[in-house]
């Protein structure tokens, strides 16, 4: 049998998806009485609830229940968050709100129409209070404070020191510096959350069906807040989630939140969010404010990093927050060789929309002013950017390479890829054409991003919150298991049960691509069980589908229970055949004895002993074909005393080359041509793989060019619709050529890396730097996104230097 592992197969999901045969939540049949919820929101960013009167939505007829924070404060407790900040979060509102759009009351009622009908008819009254949505104006003394108890509106506030900084910076021959702000914007899947909740009195046990995909660390803390044993916490996932993009990890709230509606009606709840509630009220990415300053020698060597992070994690910090500002510290020196680290890390809460997971997580707020900045070197300096980003880049013999915060790169050939994405780019000859493209009054440019994209996520990260005297005061976290069971049948068929909670990646189909390669059979007689069920399935903490974790932990996970599945089946062959194991091997679907091409001992007659007939296995071998592995990584430490932490597990390499027109009368962006080299060790299913790098540049341009999640000055929430919020489209995706090179990981058994959220990571900066390049005449400077024409026409209209060059040119 031909291998299959690393072919460009196509995706055995497709055929049900295509039909209308897949099985989202809202496929899910529902139980008998079940309640549909209508969720208030309110409309005020700061304010206290005097008061809630429920009394005439109560009689509307087909109501069974109207739900205030208070009813729900009996049966939950505020949810456990990962600072020593004594942040209290519910899931409903109890005394004030701190967001437009935080949930105050839920109605339930026979169908969704009635809910919503008699949500309008409860009447709250509010005493409003200062918002405040500006990230450094709520550090100031006098900023409106939203959580009394904790004193202030910082959530989380840590230093690190790596190497020598400050003798980096007296050593160095330039300094460069600049503050960059990127904006909060979300994810838009077509998908919205969905909840089917019950509560069984009988059990004291909540079954809760849920488009949620981990990490599943969150169920232990939503079972904390129901006040209930985690077991008693059941936690369903349906076959298919119509997309993610790590925006469904913000489900847990409402999961509680419905788990208790049942309970206090005494029926199964029902909720399906609509868009406007997913724009205003769901999760997003956070808003950054970076101070970043730049160690620089005349060569354009970076020697050292210095850099203030000021995360906004909304109105409330969240699990998994404050990990936007801690997923990628083992890699905050990105793609380069820079040994001396200095970060001042803040998360801090405002009136907006609660943060946690997105495609990228951190990625694009770190890169942002990481490769702003090495630009700017290269201009102060006089230099060409790509001679800068190759002076900096970690070279091939580094490999494997520890950051200056403990990151440990497995393997990588950063300026083979570099180089790449210059030559296919056509960077030299773009750079004559931009010459000739200025004699005729067009503006056009190109920017550089080289980027490192961390994957499986390793979780002690997130322990980097906490100081080194706070972590010693609880058992330490570290690893990043997964977990696989794959089981036989008697008739020689398999199932494969995954935890990692798929949202369109494909994992069903690698993963039968690795059982039919291990054990030499068609993927035609391999089903892939993708539903996770906490009270049946295997998962760990680490399990659900984030971090892009699974090439390098799923797949890992999948490939040694297979394995173990031949194990045995080897050792009942080698039993009837009466030779050493070591005599034996596998091929199409059968073991042979070497070098006897007629002496063979069937998979499926395998199979069928361990089933049909016991008796005749070795001695001491159990019945049945069943095993689970459950995978971790070794370099996945916890924390150490100086902060050292490996925060992934892999690490790829994305390099991009972007080239833009910039249309003078209008400001708007076209870009050219895209050209983006990736490097994810082992691809385990090519097609796949650039389908994935797709998705994750349409994001990573949405964030360039077009998102933004809007909050005016007194907190009111401006982009709740698609009009208002502009997302990319098929037309607005421009000319994309990918190319990949392979470094294979040397610690996953594939050698398989994580990919998918890299140019999520890349192009917001890649975009950036190719219009800073345009505009680098006009002494205009790019400092936040996205570049939408309305503000690079702005950028134009304030500066001198283009005032003059129109005055030439037209």
């Given at each position: ?36 919820a ?5 409309s ?13 939505a ?81 550090l ?6 939203l ?23 007296e ?40 488009n ?90 970076v ?6 992070m000021?995360d ?15 997923r ?64 900096n ?110 949202s ?15 054990l ?30 699974f ?32 005599d ?43 095993e ?87 907190g ?9 919020y ?47 390049d345009a ?36």
């Amino acid at each position: 049998m031909s291998s299959v592992i690393g072919k460009s197969v196509t995706r055995v999901e497709d055929k049900r998806l295509l039909t209308g045969q897949g099985k989202y939540i809202d496929d899910l049949g529902t139980p008998p009485n079940t309640a549909h919820a209508a969720i208030l929101r309110s409309s005020y960013p700061h304010a206290y609830i005097t008061s809630i009167d429920t009394a005439e939505a109560e009689q509307v007829t087909g109501v069974k229940a109207v739900i205030t924070g208070k009813q729900v404060k009996e049966y939950v407790k505020p949810f456990s968050v990962g600072v020593s900040a004594p942040v209290h979060y519910y899931p409903l509102a109890i005394e004030k709100v701190r967001y437009v759009g935080e949930p105050v009351a839920v109605v339930l009622a026979k169908d969704r129409y009635i809910a919503e009908d008699a949500m309008e008819l409860i009447k709250v009254k509010y005493s409003p209070l200062k918002p405040i949505v500006d990230i450094e104006k709520s550090l100031e003394d006098d900023a409106p404070i939203l959580h009394e108890n904790v004193g202030s509106n910082i959530a989380n506030n840590r230093t690190f020191h790596y190497g020598d900084v400050d003798k980096a910076f007296e050593e160095a021959d330039t300094i460069v510096k600049h503050k960059y702000f990127f904006p909060k914007y979300t994810a838009t899947p077509v998908e919205t959350y969905g909840i089917i909740a019950n509560y069984e009195s009988s059990e004291n046990q909540y079954t809760v069906h849920a488009n949620f995909h981990g990490p599943f660390v969150i169920q232990a803390i939503m079972a904390q807040a129901l006040k209930i044993p985690s077991n008693k916490l059941r936690i369903i996932v349906p076959k298919d989630i119509g997309g993610s993009y790590g925006i469904k990890a913000g489900t847990f709230p409402y999961m509680v939140l419905m788990a208790v509606a049942s309970r206090i009606a005494g029926c199964p709840v029902k909720w399906i969010e609509d868009r406007q509630e997913h724009l205003s009220a769901s999760s997003s990415g956070t808003d950054r404010v970076t101070y970043i300053e730049a160690a620089v020698k005349n060569n354009g060597k970076v020697t050292g990093l210095r850099m203030k992070m000021i995360d906004n994690v909304g109105a409330y910090i969240r699990a998994p927050e404050p990990a936007c500002l801690y997923r990628t510290h083992a890699n905050s020196t990105g793609a380069y060789d820079i040994p001396n680290l200095f970060i001042d890390a803040y998360a801090v809460m405002t009136n907006k929309l609660p943060t946690g997971l997105i495609r990228g997580y951190g990625g694009q707020e770190l890169y942002f002013p990481l490769e702003r900045i090495m630009q700017k070197a290269a201009f102060e300096l006089n230099l060409d950017p790509a001679d800068v980003i190759r002076t900096n880049l970690i070279k091939k013999h580094q490999f494997p390479y520890q950051t200056a915060s403990g990151g440990k790169y497995d393997s990588g050939d950063y300026e083979k890829g570099f180089e790449l994405a210059l030559e296919t780019g056509k960077y030299k000859e773009f750079r004559q054409k931009q010459e000739e493209a200025r004699k005729n009054g067009k503006i056009f440019g190109v920017g550089l991003a080289c980027i490192v994209e961390p994957s499986g996520s390793n979780m002690g990260y997130i322990t980097v919150a906490l100081t080194p005297e706070e972590r010693a005061k609880s058992l330490p976290k570290s690893g990043c298991a997964e977990a696989a069971t794959i089981s036989m049948d008697p008739m020689g068929s398999v199932n494969v049960r995954i935890s990692t909670t798929p949202s369109g990646q494909g994992h069903e189909t690698v993963a039968a691509q690795i059982v039919s390669e291990i054990l030499s059979i068609p993927t035609e007689q391999i089903k892939v069980v993708a539903e996770l069920d906490t009270s049946t399935s295997a998962w760990s903490i680490a399990s659900g589908s984030y971090s892009s974790r699974f090439a390098s932990l799923g797949s890992s996970a999948v490939f040694y229970a297979a394995n173990k599945v031949k194990n045995k089946l080897m050792k009942i062959a080698s039993h009837h055949l009466q030779v050493d194991e070591g005599d034996i091997e596998l091929k199409d679907g059968a073991f042979y004895v070497k070098g006897h091409s007629d002496k063979k001992y069937p998979l499926k007659r395998a199979a069928g002993s361990a089933h049909w007939n016991p008796l005749s296995l070795p001695e001491g071998m159990e019945p049945g074909i069943y095993e689970t592995y459950y995978y971790t990584v070794q370099d996945a430490k916890a924390p150490d005393e100086n902060d050292l932490i490996n925060s992934s597990v892999t690490y790829g390499f994305v390099a991009d080359m972007v080239t833009v027109e910039i249309d003078p009368e209008t400001g708007e962006v076209n870009i050219m041509d895209y050209i983006t080299i990736h490097d994810a060790g082992k691809l385990l299913n090519p097609l796949i793989v650039d389908g994935q790098i797709f998705g994750g540049l349409a994001h990573g341009l949405g964030g360039a060019l077009y998102e933004e999640l809007v909050y005016d000055s007194k907190g009111q929430f401006l982009t709740g619709t698609f009009m208002d919020y502009l997302c990319p489209t098929a037309p607005e995706i421009p000319n994309v050529t990918i190319k990949h090179i392979e470094t294979p990981s040397p610690i996953t058994p594939l050698g398989a890396k994580g990919l998918g959220e890299g140019n999520t990571m890349s192009a917001p900066v890649a975009v950036a730097n190719a219009v800073s390049d345009a505009l680098k005449p006009y002494n205009v400077v790019i400092e936040t996104l996205p570049l939408s024409p309305n503000r690079i026409w702005n950028l134009l209209t304030n500066s001198e230097e283009f005032s003059k060059y129109k005055e030439v040119n037209v």
